[in-house]
C-alpha cells in the first residue's frame, strides 16, 4: 500500500483546493442559464411591487445564480456584503505591514523579489475588493475613512509582529493558507463581482501559502538556529491563524443569514476544522510541531481534534487592544496622508483626458466643416 508523505499530501490539498476553485470559476461562467428567464427588474420600475423584486432576489438565491450591480437587492444584503467586502479590503491593504517590514532584511534577492510581488499581490486584492465595494454604492473614500477612524474592522492576525524572518514565512504559510480556505467557497458567493474577484485572489494566494512553505522548508532543513526560529514563529502564529476564521458558530452574529443568502457557504467552525485537517499534514512534511498538545486524530469523526483559541485575545484583539493595533493603523493613516498628491495627479490626469475625449468630436466635427467649405470655395 502507498502511504502519502507529508509533502504529497501537501500537494494534493492545494491541488483539491485550487480544483475547487476552478469549479467555481466554471459555474460563475454559466450562472446566467440557471436564473429564470425574464429581465431584471430594477427600483423605481412602476411595474414591479417590492414584493416582486424580493421574489426575483429570492429566485436568483434559491436558482444558486448570480446578484449582479443592477439588480435589485434588499438593504440588508447589500449593507452584509459592503461590510464583509469592506473588512476583506482593509485587512488585505493593512496586512502588507507585517511582510513590509522584512522587505529591505530578505537574506537573498530570490526571497526579496518573491516578497516584493507577494506585498503587491495584497495591493491589488484590495484594490480589486474595493472595486467590488463601489459595485454596491459604497463609496471607497468613506470605506477608507471607517477603517482610519476604528468603525470598520480588518483581521486581528494582523495586529501581531514579524519579529524575525521565520516569521514570514509562518504568516504566509498559516494566515495565507487560512486564507485560501475561506476564501474558496467565496468563490461560489452570491454577489457575482465579489466571487469573479475571489477566483482570481485564490490563484495568488495559493502562491503566497505554497511560498511561506518553501521558506519554511528551507529554515526547517538548515542549522539548529534557524530550525527553532522557524519553529518559533510557527508557536506564534497558529493561534492568529485559527482565530482569522471568527467567533464560534453560536457566536457569530452573521453568519446564519450571510448562509442563506449563499455569501458565506460553511460556518466559521467547519472551515477552521478542514484548515486544521490540511495543515496537520503538512507541518509533519515541515518537520514542525503546531503548538497544541489537544491536537489528534479522532476516527469517529474523521477529522483532528485541537484546541480553540482563546475567543477572549481575538475579542481584545478585534476591539483595538492587541500587540500591533494602534502602529498598524497609524502607519495606515499616514501612508494614506503621504499618499494625497498622488491620488491628486492620477485624478487631474483622468480629468484632462476625458476634457480632450469630450472636445475631440467637436474638434473634429470643426475641422470636418472647415475643409468642406475649402472645397467648395475651390470648386
Ligand atoms: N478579525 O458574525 P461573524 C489575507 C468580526 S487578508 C477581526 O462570524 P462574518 C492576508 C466580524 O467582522 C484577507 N474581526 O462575521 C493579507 C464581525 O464584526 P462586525 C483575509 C473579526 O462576517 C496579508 C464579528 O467579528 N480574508 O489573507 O460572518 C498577508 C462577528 O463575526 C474576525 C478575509 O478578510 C477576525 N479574525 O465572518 C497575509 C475574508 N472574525 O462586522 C494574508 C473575508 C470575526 O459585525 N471575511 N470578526 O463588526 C470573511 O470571510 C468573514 O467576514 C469572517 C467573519 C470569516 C472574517
Not at 454596491?136 to 477603517?147: H, M, S, T, V
Request: aromatic letters at 8%.
Amino acid at each position: 500500500m502507498h502511504i502519502q508523505t507529508g509533502r504529497e499530501a501537501t500537494r494534493a490539498s492545494t491541488d483539491m483546493l485550487l480544483g475547487e476553485v476552478a469549479q467555481a470559476e466554471e459555474l460563475l461562467a454559466d450562472a446566467r442559464s440557471r436564473v429564470a428567464p425574464g429581465p431584471r427588474p430594477l427600483p423605481g420600475e412602476d411595474a414591479h411591487t417590492e414584493a416582486e423584486l424580493l421574489a426575483r432576489f429570492e429566485a436568483i438565491i434559491a436558482a444558486d445564480g448570480k446578484i449582479e450591480p443592477r439588480d435589485w437587492v434588499p438593504e440588508r444584503y447589500r449593507a452584509s456584503l459592503v461590510r464583509q467586502i469592506a473588512q476583506h479590503a482593509h485587512s488585505e491593504i493593512v496586512g502588507m505591514q507585517p511582510e513590509t517590514n522584512w522587505l529591505t532584511r530578505a537574506p537573498s534577492l530570490r526571497r526579496k523579489a518573491i516578497l516584493l510581488a507577494k506585498v503587491q499581490d495584497e495591493a491589488g486584492h484590495g484594490l480589486y475588493l474595493y472595486g467590488v465595494a463601489e459595485t454596491l454604492g459604497a463609496d471607497r473614500e468613506e470605506l477608507l475613512d471607517a477603517l482610519h477612524q476604528g468603525r470598520q474592522k480588518y483581521l486581528s492576525f494582523i495586529n501581531y509582529p514579524t519579529l524575525t524572518w521565520a516569521d514570514v514565512g509562518a504568516l504566509a504559510w498559516l494566515t495565507d493558507g487560512a486564507a485560501v480556505v475561506n476564501q474558496v467557497p467565496l468563490c461560489r458567493s452570491s454577489y457575482g463581482p465579489y466571487a469573479r474577484a475571489m477566483v482570481r485572489v485564490c490563484k495568488e494566494e495559493s502562491f503566497h501559502h505554497r511560498q511561506g512553505f518553501d521558506l519554511l522548508w528551507t529554515l526547517t532543513h538548515g542549522s539548529p538556529e534557524q530550525q527553532r526560529m522557524a519553529q518559533d514563529a510557527v508557536n506564534r502564529w497558529w493561534d492568529p491563524a485559527l482565530a482569522m476564521f471568527g467567533p464560534p458558530h453560536q457566536r457569530s452574529t452573521h453568519s446564519a443569514k450571510s448562509m442563506e443568502w449563499r455569501i458565506k457557504r460553511f460556518t466559521n467552525d467547519e472551515l477552521r476544522q478542514r484548515f486544521v485537517d490540511i495543515c496537520v499534514p503538512q507541518a509533519e512534511a515541515l518537520g514542525v510541531t503546531l503548538p497544541d498538545s489537544a491536537l489528534a486524530w479522532n476516527t469517529d469523526r474523521g477529522h483532528y481534534d485541537f484546541s480553540p483559541p482563546d475567543w477572549d485575545e481575538l475579542a481584545r484583539v478585534v476591539a483595538g487592544d492587541g500587540p500591533c493595533n494602534r502602529q498598524r493603523v497609524a502607519h495606515r493613516r499616514k501612508a494614506h496622508e503621504d499618499g494625497a498628491w498622488v491620488r491628486e495627479a492620477a485624478m487631474a490626469h483622468a480629468r484632462k483626458h476625458s476634457d480632450r475625449a469630450a472636445a475631440a468630436p467637436a474638434a473634429n466635427a470643426t475641422a470636418s466643416a472647415a475643409s468642406a467649405a475649402s472645397a467648395t470655395a475651390v470648386a
